[in-house]
């Protein structure tokens, strides 16, 4: 497993909007269980470098993988990697979080999103068609864009940020493709 760089990263970007407030998360990612008590989901669970390239040829790497130290309430399992670019301009963090109950997940979905719509430097919308509920928002944090959304699929909540990309439709639709890409594998896995 790889370590887990210091990526800044607000703590909603992995859940649903990106980049509203920048927080940096301390290095980790090999053990087998997340401060919170939750395992590590098993590692097919969450998307390969091919598949990403799939929606973002650009990236040439996984830096960082293991648990997802950003996931609110309390997951029973997570699973977090990150994938960049050849110079590391541009990244992608794939997130999985699945929770006792759908019930569990849609209520932590919920605060997620309401935490999202309230942060400062955040634009957001609610999304069709896409998990049960899914939530999109594009944020600016200095001089870096960042595109993320979450969906929920029963007790599992699945992250995508784009993390140096502009806040296009074009990158939003990107988003929309890796979670129902990333949601996909997730249930095959489980």
Known sequence: MLMRQIITVPRLTML???AVVA????????????????TM??????????????ILPEMTQETATG??????????????A???????????????DQY???EEASSTYQEAVQGSKE????????????????FIGVSAQGNETHVGGGALYGDLIVNVTLQGYEG???NKAKVTQLIRMQAAAAKRAL
Do not use: F, M, W
């Open 100 to 102: 006792q109950s759908s």
């Open 41 to 54: 989901l098993p590692s097919n669970v969450i998307l390969t470098l091919s598949e990403v390239k799939e």
């Open 16 to 18: 649903l909007l990106a």
């Open 67 to 80: 648990d997802d130290e950003t996931a609110l309430g309390n997951p029973t399992g997570t699973t977090s």
């Open 168 to 170: 296009t439709n074009e």
């Open 23 to 38: 927080l940096s998360l301390p290095a980790c990612g090999n053990g087998n269980s997340t401060s919170s008590g939750s």
């Open 119 to 134: 942060a400062p430097g955040g634009a957001g919308e609610n999304v069709s068609n896409v998990g049960e509920k899914a």
């Open 82 to 96: 990150t994938y960049v670019t050849a110079d590391g301009s541009q990244r992608v963090v794939i997130s999985v």
